[in-house]
């Protein structure tokens, strides 16, 4: 267990730094659209005068039969509303954020432990590794674009940044686990 638990730290700060490519060098500008400095402060101040709160809105709903007929006709969004706000930069988030992948790491070795015995290599632990994340990665965000049609690139750009942290993690994490401890008697069978 110890070294799942090395193996989570290094995947960590791999995390946090495919993250940083993705999400704070100019990379991150390719999947966001963008408007000038009097459109945002015209819809900031919208927002202001008509959300109550912090929280995730879909404008217009779908609650009554008016904004049903608003939804069909368009335009809609979705809006993820801080009533506060907070420093574009914030060192609180990274910290959380380093948590979270941490306890993403261990998750995976976790699960890498479990199957220890029936794959035994670093390249067949590594392979279903980033297949369940390439997996979670697709279910977390295609599906934006596809059920609330949400706009394709700024979900693909978060599926494939989603998908190297969580693979560099699992390759991470694989090759930190103890050599198998299977058996013979644990070999497959062919059939």
Request: proline content about 5%; cysteine-free.
């Amino acid at each position: 267990m110890a070294r799942v638990f090395i193996g989570a730290v290094v995947a960590t700060i791999a995390m946090f730094f495919i993250g940083f490519i993705f999400f704070v060098t100019p990379l991150a500008k390719l999947s966001m659209a963008k408007i000038d400095d009097n459109q945002a402060a015209a819809v900031q101040q919208a927002l202001a005068a008509n959300l109550p709160r912090t929280g995730t809105y879909s404008i217009p709903g779908m609650d009554t039969q008016a904004q049903t007929n608003m939804f069909s006709r368009g335009p809609i969004a979705t809006v993820h509303y801080n009533t506060g706000g907070f420093a574009a930069m914030d060192a609180t988030s990274l910290v959380k954020g380093l948590v979270l992948n941490f306890i993403v790491a261990l998750l995976i070795g976790a699960a890498l432990i479990g199957i220890d015995r029936r794959v035994p290599d670093l390249g067949s632990r590594a392979r279903v590794a980033v297949i369940i994340a390439v997996a979670a990665a697709a279910f977390t965000h295609l599906g934006e674009p596809i059920y609330w049609h949400h706009d394709w690139p700024h979900f693909l750009y978060l599926f494939v940044a989603d998908s190297a942290m969580l693979a560099a993690a699992g390759i991470i994490v694989a090759w930190f686990l103890p050599k198998s401890r299977a058996t013979p008697s644990d070999a497959p069978v062919d059939v």
